[in-house]
Nanobody, 124 residues
């Protein structure tokens, strides 16, 4: 089992930045891919970004390309989502997810472990 805890959410003005963190605990000796998803009010959860175990492979949804950067520090069992140039439409609860694999995935159904989420609100 892997437990995930996100942090770093908050209220920010449009154009601002936030960095989300996701700390993994438990069976972290296994290699795992990590993803970030978000769910806005009244909408379905959507994929944001994913990264493979080594950190050499990343993937982003089109709406965040060039603005968000996913990364990880395996020595700290922590993943990050750096969010720059934030827009009001980025407002959502952001979740990190993990799957025991060396690869990464875009579908939420592919992930085995989920955090509780951290709320991001971008004001206009």
């Amino acid at each position: 089992q892997v437990q995930l805890v996100e942090s770093g959410g908050g209220l920010v003005q449009a154009g601002g930045s936030l960095r989300l963190s996701c700390v993994a605990s438990g069976r972290t000796s296994s290699m795992y891919g990590m993803g970030w998803f978000r769910q806005a009010p009244g909408k379905e959860r959507e994929f944001v970004a994913a990264i493979n175990w080594s950190g050499t492979g990343t993937y982003y949804t089109d709406s965040v390309k060039g603005r968000f950067t996913i990364s990880r520090d395996n020595a700290k069992n922590t993943g990050y989502l750096q969010m720059n140039s934030l827009k009001p439409e980025d407002t959502a609860v952001y979740y990190c997810a993990a799957k025991p694999t060396t690869s990464y995935y875009r579908r939420d159904s592919s992930y085995d472990y989920w955090g509780q989420g951290t709320r991001v609100t971008v004001s206009s």
